[in-house]
């Protein structure tokens, strides 16, 4: 006879051995254990320059500098406008082995070719066009527009949205050179423009029209245009003498080359290609942006930047006539 309590302990070890049991072949059951998806190595700024082939020099200035270990941080976030070899050879090859040799030039040349924190699509650079923005080594560049072409003060971008997985590429056609640091000199625009010594006969023409002490006033700011001695030969002596002759006149082509009241730079000249500036004179003059050059009424830029302690100087090699007549 069998107990109520045997029936019980039988049951309970069929339950347990089913519960044991193993799969048709007799094995013990498992659940599969899950593989990890193995994580996609970032690509990085630094590796779309490396593979692309066309920027070997670049390449090797961020390597002489150690950028290209910020560059290649797939944690960070940055915009490159970066100079292919060709942009690069048009410094020539004794200008590029200086500079891999001067690391900290060469730093500071590089980092203003980046944006640090931004990915900046084209379609967002375009829209800042006439806009100044700052580059990694603080100082900034002048974005414009020259017809669809967008131009980062005068260098123009071939190439844009090059993506990578820490930023974007833009590819540009010239390396860019950070602008002359304000070391606030003490010769105002006059004493500058006489220790300069190549500008004899605009000092001679500010003296005869009064305005030598307009510029050497210390209480307000001017940005002149200041033309050469080669540059007012090119008038001749008979229109130089007509013109020192003529008070009026000579104020109102003197007053074409100023603007009163602000110091401009080139970076915001850049920013302003396409556009016109008023002038002292109270007339207009075309700021552009030609052939990678920057001309204002019509004559160019042969040297920015000249920093006086009330206001600036930039060199051209052309008199600003515009519609004053000549005597």
Do not use: R, W
């Not at 941080?73 to 590029?96: K, S």
């Not at 003060?153 to 050179?177: K, R, S």
């Amino acid at each position: 006879m069998v107990t109520p309590f045997k029936s019980l302990a039988v049951f309970t070890l069929t339950i347990g051995l089913a519960a044991c049991g193993g799969d048709d072949n007799g094995s013990p059951s498992s659940t599969p254990t899950a593989v990890p998806t193995p994580t996609p190595e970032a690509t990085t700024i630094v590796d779309v320059a490396v593979e692309n082939g066309g920027f070997t020099t670049l390449v090797a200035a961020l390597q002489a500098t150690q950028l290209d270990v910020v560059l290649d941080d797939p944690n960070g976030t940055f915009t490159v406008f970066a100079p292919t070899d060709a942009a690069f050879a048009l410094l020539g090859e004794d200008t590029i082995n200086s500079l891999l040799a001067d690391t900290e030039t060469l730093s500071d040349i590089l980092l203003y070719h980046v944006i640090s924190g931004a990915a900046v699509d084209a379609t967002a650079a375009v829209a800042s066009a006439g806009m100044t923005v700052e580059m990694a080594n603080t100082d900034s560049v002048g974005l414009s527009l020259s017809g669809e072409s967008l131009l980062i003060n005068t260098a123009t971008v071939i190439l844009t949205d090059i993506e990578a997985d820490n930023g974007v590429i833009h590819v540009i056609d010239a390396v860019l050179l950070p602008p002359a640091d304000n070391t606030e000199p003490s010769s105002n625009i006059v004493e500058t423009a006489i220790a300069a010594g190549s500008f004899t006969t605009l000092v001679t023409a500010l003296q005869a029209a009064g305005l030598d002490g307009t510029l050497a006033d210390e209480s307000t700011s001017f940005t002149v245009f200041a033309p050469t001695d080669a540059a007012f030969d090119v008038l001749g002596t008979d229109n130089i003498a007509a013109l020192l002759g003529d008070p009026d006149a000579l104020e109102a082509v003197l007053l074409q080359h100023v603007v009163a009241g602000a110091a401009v730079n080139s970076i915001a000249a850049y920013a302003a290609n396409g556009t016109a500036v008023e002038t002292a004179s109270g007339a207009t003059i075309a700021v552009a942006i030609t052939g990678g050059a920057l001309m204002v009424g019509g004559a160019h830029v042969t040297m920015a930047d000249i920093y006086t302690s009330n206001g600036i100087i930039h060199v051209i090699d052309a008199v600003i006539i515009g519609d004053v007549p000549l005597p």
